[in-house]
């Protein structure tokens, strides 16, 4: 499986992240403490230097990065050919959304008034919709795609239950997109992302459970 072009990509995509830290962290005051934590209400309750709260995001990114190229050379790339365009999306999906949320983070250190949540909820919605999009053409492996009992032991378990969880994933990722632009408070925004992030999986497992009896095996 080739990922050069979606690992370069990324890989810019965690250094624009550093980058961006670099540049906030001589913007600030020498002794400055920047908000790394936010609770449901959206305001911050967890502070640290602003030098390690600008190299959290950059580290963690280039982390789940080296992770995620490694992983298929661990796990076997059964299947994982063919679902190369839907694999490197979600590695520059992922990094897309780790350089928003330290977007948001120098956003807020510089003008308080910069709603963090509602920015990286935007980006997180808009990954759900763009992987929901794509789920149903990730083709049977061990890394990615909706991984239960069920899809594992058949093919054609696996092919209806990550098209009936990618539907799912998509509409959850505009509803939260909707949520982070209009909920009237930050409360009811975490609960919507909640819902977003757990009731797509949840019924994609329940889905290949109540299938897999009925389907054919090979």
């Not at 934590?37 to 602003?50: L, R, V, Y």
């Not at 709260?53 to 994982?80: D, E």
Request: glycine share 10%.
């Amino acid at each position: 499986m080739n990922l050069t072009r979606p690992l370069m990509i990324s890989a810019a995509l965690v250094a624009a992240s550093a980058a961006l830290g670099a540049w906030a962290y001589g913007q600030l005051p020498e002794h400055a403490l920047v908000a790394i934590h936010f609770n449901a209400q959206g305001q911050p309750n967890g502070f640290a230097g602003k030098a390690r709260a600008f190299a959290i995001l950059p580290v963690v990114g280039a982390a789940v990065l080296a992770l995620l190229a490694v992983l298929p050379r661990l796990r076997g790339q059964k299947g994982l050919e063919a679902s190369q365009g839907p694999y490197g999306l979600m590695l520059v999906g992922v990094s897309a959304v780790m350089l928003v949320s330290q977007a948001a983070l120098v956003a807020h250190a510089l003008n308080g008034a910069v709603d963090v949540l509602r920015l990286v909820f935007v980006a997180v919605g808009a990954l759900f919709a763009v992987l929901g999009n794509v789920l149903g053409k990730v083709r049977h492996n061990f890394v990615f795609g909706v991984r239960t009992p069920w899809t594992l032991m058949n093919e054609t378990v696996w092919d209806k239950t990550n098209r009936f969880t990618g539907r799912l994933m998509f509409a959850a990722g505009l509803v939260l997109i909707l949520a982070a632009l209009l909920a009237p408070n930050s409360a009811m925004l975490v609960g919507v992302m909640i819902a977003c992030a757990s009731v797509p999986a949840l019924a994609g497992v329940v889905y290949s459970w109540a299938i897999f009896p009925k389907a054919p095996t090979a």
